[in-house]
């Protein structure tokens, strides 16, 4: 399976988000509840997944909360053309913190491109099901339930003012391609190296901001078993456990302190960079879930501030 597209200009993974949030201590204890590694950072907390040495997002304290910055890698050989692009498509540049290229993306989002090592997966991730033997007991006892801690950042969604124009700034600008849609409604796009179905989804509102960081698990029991865990932890709100048509991931949300969600996703379809897959716009029928709870209100309202840009 090639691990670059030949001939595609395009970002390789989302190699971190950061989001500004009044109080770290509260992001800390809803973190470790959903079972990252919490550790200080310059001034703020970054999030890991257990075992692993990448920087999946930084939170810093600020008077309210708010999407920072997302932050796409890319290979280094395509650096250069990069910003030979970015240069020709007028894109404003703008000033930021660390490494790379610093641009104002669609609806003002500020961009970080930088050179980074392929985070995305090469492979569709691995899924486990288990059952047991005729005889044996398939029950986990509570006390002994383990505690689940996602493998990797999936994919991030965010709010936007225009679903249509901003998918087409991200594939003329960042590469990204479309995978699947609904038309202003949702859009999922994935990065044409190699990236699970949607890297980025984009999501209709009156102003941006973000609405989900999904993370992978691996097995629809520990979606399950995670959104117990975060209720057992006093995370009551949410929507799951249910499985999605567009990504065909198994899924439970989890509401954060702020309005936002962080997901947990399993068995999410994978999308190999020689893969010429079939993108469509869908029906708002065929494009949310499978099968699951009635959606909440509450889980499109964009509580960041910002008045519509």
């Known amino acids: 399976m090639p691990l670059k597209r030949a001939g595609a200009l395009g970002v390789h993974s989302i190699d971190h988000f950061a989001v500004q949030v009044p109080d770290l201590a509260v992001a800390r204890a809803f973190y470790e509840a959903f079972g990252l590694e919490v550790k200080d950072d310059a001034g703020g907390v970054a999030l890991y997944a257990r075992g692993s040495a990448h920087k999946w997002a930084r939170f810093t304290q600020g008077p309210v909360k708010q999407l920072s ?3 796409f890698g890319v290979y280094d050989e395509d650096l250069a053309a990069f910003t030979a692009r970015l240069d020709s498509n007028g894109v404003t540049r703008i000033d930021g913190a660390g490494e790379g290229l610093w641009i104002e993306g669609f609806d003002g989002l500020p961009i970080n491109i930088r050179v980074a090592e392929k985070c995305s997966p090469d492979g569709k991730t691995q899924f486990v099901t288990a ?17 689940v801690h996602p493998r990797a950042l999936s994919h991030f969604a965010i709010y936007t003012t225009d679903v249509l124009a901003a998918t087409a700034w991200y594939e003329a600008n960042l590469g990204l391609r479309l995978s699947d849609g609904s038309g202003p409604v ?19 509102s009156t ?4 609405h989900h960081s999904s993370w992978d698990v691996g097995s629809f029991q520990d979606v399950g078993l995670a959104s117990a865990q975060m209720f ?23 509401r954060d302190p702020w309005g936002s969600y962080a997901e947990f996703s399993a068995d999410i379809d994978y999308i190999p960079a020689d893969c010429e897959w079939p993108s469509a716009q869908h029906a708002p029928e065929d ?23």
Not at 141 to 146: D, E, K, Q, V
Not at 193 to 201: E, F, N, R, T
Not at 207 to 210: D, F, N, P, T
Not at 233 to 247: M, N
């Open 69 to 71: 910055y997302l932050c």
């Open 131 to 147: 059952s047991t033997a005729a005889g044996q007991s398939g029950a986990i006892l509570n006390s002994a339930a383990p505690k």
């Open 186 to 204: 949702v859009a999922f796009l994935h990065g044409p190296h190699g990236s699970d179905h949607h890297l980025l989804a984009l999501v209709g």
């Open 207 to 210: 102003h941006r901001g973000m």
């Open 232 to 254: 057992r932890a006093g995370y009551k709100e949410g929507w799951g456990v249910g499985r999605h048509v567009l990504g065909g991931n198994y899924f439970y949300y989890a």
């Open 287 to 309: 494009s949310f879930y499978l099968w699951g709870p009635d959606v909440p209100p509450e889980l499109v309202s964009n509580l960041e501030p910002g008045a519509p840009v």
